[in-house]
C-alpha cells in the first residue's frame, strides 16, 4: 500500500443506505411511476418524443419499430432495446389502453396473452390523439433538460393537451412504491377536469356527477360504488369487474353461456382453460362444452350446458372461481413535484390543471413575442415605404451592407431589426397592393397581441382557453363509455346442488374411525344387507347414516370439538371396502375420538337444538343455527370438564324428557325444557349427581308412560322396566336405581356395571359387542320385563374372561343409538 492511499472509515449501514436511498430514487422518479402532469413514465415519454422528432407522425408512412427503438436507445433512454420495445407495445394494444398512443401495423400480440412479433417485424407511427400529448412542445411550453450524455435535449414532461393520467391509466411498481391507475373516458375526465376549473372548491360528490369511474378499455361491469369513492377521495379502492354474459336458449331445452366482454387484464386463454378444466375436473355437475369463439367480431366465448342443467348457478359458481369476476385495487400514486405522492382525483386533476396554465401561458408568452418581433418589423416596413425615396437614397449613398444599416438607423431611427429587414426587401414589395397589404397584417397582429396579452393579463380567459381547446378534444376523440357501472356489489352465492349431483348414499363410521361413502347402487350389488359393510378385522360399524350428498355431518369429538364435513366430501368407497381413516378427511387430533356423528339438512330448521351428555353427567342445549361454520378445521362445540368427555350429542326439538343412566345403575329422568339454552362454547349445567366411581352410560330421549327402559350388565344380564316406574325429577338430582347388582362370595355375579340402555315402545334388535370381539344380536323381547329395581336375567352368555362393552343399535332404525 502506498502511503498517497488514504481510507476513510465507513458504516456498511450508511453506505448501503446511501446506495440503496439513490437507488430507489431513480426508480422512483425515472422508471416506474408516471408523472402527475402528462401520465408517463419516462421510458414512454421518450418513446413519443422520437417518433415526433423523427417526424413519425400520423400523416406519414408506418416506419420500422426497430428504427424507433433505436432512437430512443441511442439519444434518450441507455437501457436494453426489450423494455423500449415493451412500452411500445403496450402503448399500440387497445385492450390495454384506453385511447392507444402508437398506430402499430403487424401482429403486435393479443388477449391470448401472445407476443408482439420482434421489433424488425412490426412497424409503427404516433396515434392522432398522441400528437395531442406534444402538441405546441416546440413553442417553449415545458422545459428541456441534457439527455444522458449530454448531446442532445428532452423534455421533462409533455404539454399533454388532455388528461391522459387518468385516460389511460397506468401500473407500476418500483422500490417501497407501486401504482395502479384505471383508464377512464375521455369525456367524463375532461368534464370533470372543467368543472374544477371552473369551480376551485367544488366538491368530491360533484366531480362524480360528471366522472362515474373507470371505464376499461374491454368492458365489463364495475361493481361498488363505494370502493370508487373510497379511491377518489383516498386514492385507494377496491372495486370488482364482472364480465358480460348472457344466458342463451337452444334447441332441446338446452341453454349455454355466451361471455362477450371479459374483465380488465384478463388474459382470455388462462381464462378459457380455467373453465375447461373445471368441465374436466367435474367440479360443476353441468357444463358440456367450453368455446373460445372470438374472431373479427369480437370476444366471444361459449359455455355450453348439459340438458337441464342450472345456468343461473353454473355462472355464479364460474364468476366466483374464475377471473370472469377479478378485484381491482385502485393506488393512485404519481410523482409530483419530483416525489411520488398518493392522490385523489380533485388533486390529480387539480395537477393536471396546474399544468395547462403553464403550458397555456408559456406557449402565449411565446406567441405573443413573436407577434411582437412581427408587428416591429411590420412598423418598420410601412414607415420605410411612405419615405421611400430618402430610404433609397441613404441606401444608395452607403458605402456597403453595413454602412446602409448604420445609416438607415443613424438617419431614420430605425433599431437594428427593421434596418436589417429592410435591406432584405424584395422590390416588388414596393408595389402599391404590398404596401396595403403589410398594413393590414400589421393591424391584425396588432389585435393579436392584445389578444395574447389580455390571456396573459386575466385568469379567466386563460381557463377559457384551455376549456376551449379541452372540448375540441373532446368532440374529436371522445368515445362512448364501454363498462357500465352498479353500485352494489352483487354476492355471489353458489348453491351447493351446482356443485355436487344430489344422490341418496350411506355413510358408515367404525369404531377405529375408518368413514367412507356409498351410492345406493354400490350397497344393492353388495348384497343390500346393512350389516355387511367392509372393515378391517377387529373392527366393526358402529354408525351408518342415510344422507343426501346436499347434506352436512356434524362430527362431534369427546373433548368437545366438532367439524363441519360436507357428506359429498366424505370419500366414496364401494360397500365392501373398509374405507379411509377419519383423521384422512378431518384435522382429527392424535389423543382425541368421535362421540357422535349427526346429519344436518339446513341449520336453519325452527325449534331444533343440540343437547350434549357428558360422562361426568353434565348437560347442554344450544341451538342448531349457532353451530353454522365455514371453518375445516376443528371448532368448539362444547366446554369439557379436565376429567370428562362428551358421551353423545342428540338433535332435539326440545319437547322430549332426558333420561340418563349410569354405570352403576342410577337413573334420572327430567324435562328436556328444564335445561335453557346457552352458549355454543358453555360448559352446560348438572343433569345427575354422581358419586366419585360413577359416569352416565347412556342417555335416552323418551316421552310420556309408554314403553320400557331396559338395561344390560357387563356380564349380560339384562330387563326390562316400565317407563312408568321412572318418576320425572329435577335435574340435578341423585336419580332411581334401575338395577340391582348381586353381591356376596356364593352368588353368581350378574354384574358389576351397565354397559348401556335403550328405549323401546315396540320390539327393537340389538347388537353387542364383547371385549374380545364377538357379536351377539339380540332383541328387546327377549329381555325380561320385571321391576325397576331388579337383578336381571341372563340374556347373552358371556365367556368367562370376557365382558360386553357396547350395545349397537340396529341399522335399519332411524332413532339414535342409545349408548357407547
Known sequence: MSPSEQFMPAFLEEVVGDRFGRYSKY???????????????????????????????????????????????????????????????????????????????????????????????????????????????????????????????????????????????????????????????????????????????????????????????TGGLIMGGDGILDAYRTGKGRIYIRSKTEIENMRGGKQQIVITEIPYQVVKSRLVTAMENIRLEKKVEGIAEVRDESGREGLRIVVELKKEADAQGILAYLLKK?????????NMVAIVNKAPHQLGLKSILEAYIAHQREVVTFRTRFELEKAQDRAHVLEGLVKALNILDEVIAAIKASKNRQDAQNNLMWMFGFTERQADSILTLQLYRLTNLEINSLEKEL???????????????????????????????????????????????????????????????????????????????????????????????????????????????????????????????????KWKDPGTAIVNVIPLAKDDRIASVLAVKSFEEPNHSLVFVTRRGQVKRTELKDYVTKRSGAVAACKVGKDDEVLS??????????????????????REDEVNPMGRVSGGVRGIQLRDTDEVVSALWVEGDEGEVAVLSDLGYGKRSLLLDYAIQSRGGKGLATFEFKEGKRVKPNGSRIVGAFYCKEQRKITVMTKEGQVFPISSEGVPITERKHIGKLIVHVDKQDEIVELLRDFNENQPASSS
Open 27 to 217: 426508480i422512483i422518479q425515472d422508471r416506474a411511476i408516471p408523472d402527475v402532469r402528462d401520465g408517463l413514465k419516462p421510458v414512454q415519454r421518450r418513446i413519443l418524443y422520437a417518433m415526433y422528432d423523427s417526424g413519425n407522425t400520423p400523416d406519414k408512412t408506418y416506419r420500422k419499430s426497430a428504427k424507433t427503438v433505436g432512437d430512443v436507445m441511442g439519444n434518450y433512454h441507455p437501457h436494453g432495446d426489450s423494455s423500449i420495445y415493451e412500452g411500445m407495445v403496450r402503448m399500440a394494444q387497445p385492450w390495454k389502453m384506453g385511447h392507444m398512443l402508437v398506430d402499430g401495423h403487424g401482429n403486435w400480440g393479443s388477449q391470448d396473452d401472445d407476443p408482439a412479433a420482434a421489433m424488425r417485424y412490426t412497424e409503427a407511427r404516433l396515434s392522432p390523439i398522441a400528437m395531442e400529448m406534444l402538441r405546441d412542445i416546440e413553442k417553449r411550453t415545458v422545459l428541456f433538460k441534457d439527455n444522458f450524455d449530454n448531446t442532445a435535449k428532452e423534455p421533462v414532461v409533455l404539454p399533454s393537451r388532455y388528461p391522459n393520467l387518468l385516460v389511460n391509466g397506468v401500473s407500476g411498481i418500483s422500490s417501497g412504491f407501486a401504482t395502479e391507475i384505471p383508464p377512464h373516458n375521455l369525456r367524463e375526465v375532461i368534464d370533470a377536469s372543467i368543472a374544477v376549473m371552473e369551480k376551485p372548491s367544488i366538491e368530491l360528490d360533484e366531480i362524480m356527477m360528471f366522472m362515474k369511474g373507470p371505464d376499461f378499455p
Open 322 to 330: 374464475t377471473d370472469l369476476q377479478v378485484t381491482y385495487n385502485f
Open 649 to 670: 350429542v342428540h338433535l332435539s326439538t326440545g319437547d322430549q324428557d332426558i333420561m340418563l343412566i349410569t354405570k352403576e345403575a342410577m337413573a334420572i329422568r327430567f
Open 443 to 573: 393591424g391584425e397582429l396588432m389585435k393579436k397581441i392584445a389578444q395574447l396579452q389580455s390571456i396573459l393579463d386575466s385568469d379567466r380567459k386563460l381557463i377559457g382557453v384551455i376549456r376551449k381547446e379541452l372540448m375540441e378534444i373532446r368532440e374529436k376523440y371522445g368515445i362512448d363509455r364501454r363498462s357500465a357501472i352498479q353500485g352494489e356489489v352483487e354476492e355471489l352465492k353458489v348453491n351447493l346442488e351446482v356443485l355436487v349431483n344430489a344422490e341418496d348414499v350411506f355413510v358408515t363410521l367404525s369404531k377405529e374411525g375408518y368413514v367412507k361413502r356409498t351410492g345406493m347402487q354400490s350397497f344393492t350389488r353388495s348384497g343390500g344387507e346393512r350389516s355387511g359393510s367392509g372393515v378391517k378385522d377387529g373392527d366393526y360399524i358402529a354408525q351408518v347414516l342415510e344422507v343426501n350428498t346436499l347434506e352436512n355431518l356434524l362430527v362431534f369429538t369427546r373433548k368437545g370439538q366438532y367439524f363441519l364435513l360436507p357428506v359429498h366430501q366424505v370419500p366414496e368407497f
